[in-house]
């Protein structure tokens, strides 16, 4: 059942990860979530691990948005049927823009514990009928925010701007600290979120710990973040997205035909998406 959009305006809305696995590694899901199911065009965020295990997902499809790969601690190769095969480390951004069509496998490396961040952002009409694409980010723009140091893996964070792609207005950042306290500037017209991956934090006076995504809904002109503990979390935002979006799976369109299309094409194989050179096996579509 459709539920009414949150209304403008600043919020202040604790989500607590819903607990699921994914390809041996355990993860909290925190986006989407019922009221607030988007943040900007952010749709999608799962927290992994930590884990022991390494991540083994095999070769699977996406259209209509872009997949984010942060990673805490380990490291995972990213393959996918643009014949990319990029290993993904600490601090670095993996991005992959679904279009009209794309598959990728994810496999992490044994013996190393695992920790990270997967996100999907909705791609706008504009783009999300277009070719598939892939960026890898090295290396990423950091700035300092009273004591909090802030890695910018899209949009602008306090005057420093990230290299990467983004078809709407975006900001992810990941903020770092321990004992201190810091006044985030935030664009007024964005929706905002604070996720947290590591410790603790408290954002506009709201604790928030590992697992947990704090709504600040939006019209807001700055957070204040304050850290005791050392922690790591996530600021997200962007502006309102304004339509309704159709997810299932791994797919995200505007309705249900979209997604039966994109389901039928992946079963039996359509060039719509390519091929794989994975050892993990494909993996089939659900029942829908
Ligand atoms: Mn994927």
Known sequence: MALPPPPPGPALELVRGRHEELGGVPIARLLPRRPRRTVGAWCFLDAMGPADAALAVGPH???????????????????????????????????????????????????????????????????????????????????????????????????VRSPARHDTPLLGAELRGARTRAALPLERGFEHAVAVLEGTVSAAGQVVGTGELLHLGSGREEVEVVVDEPAVALLLGGEPLGEELAMWWNFVGRSGAEIDEARAAWEVGDD?????????????????
């Open 61 to 159: 499809p996406h259209i209509g948005l872009q997949t984010v790969t942060w990673l805490l601690e380990g490291e995972v190769v990213h393959l996918d049927s643009l014949g990319v095969e990029q290993p993904i480390r600490p601090g670095q951004l993996n991005l992959m823009t679904a279009g009209h069509g794309v598959a990728h496998a994810e496999e992490g490396v044994e013996g190393r514990r695992l920790r990270g961040a997967q996100l999907w952002v909705a791609q706008p009409e504009a783009t999300r009928h277009g070719a598939a694409a892939f960026e890898h980010h090295a290396e990423l723009p950091e700035v300092e925010v009273g004591g909090l140091r802030a890695s910018v893996l899209v949009g602008e964070l306090a005057g």
């Open 272 to 288: 719509r998406f390519g091929a794989v050179a994975s050892s993990i096996a494909r993996v089939p579509a659900p029942p829908r």
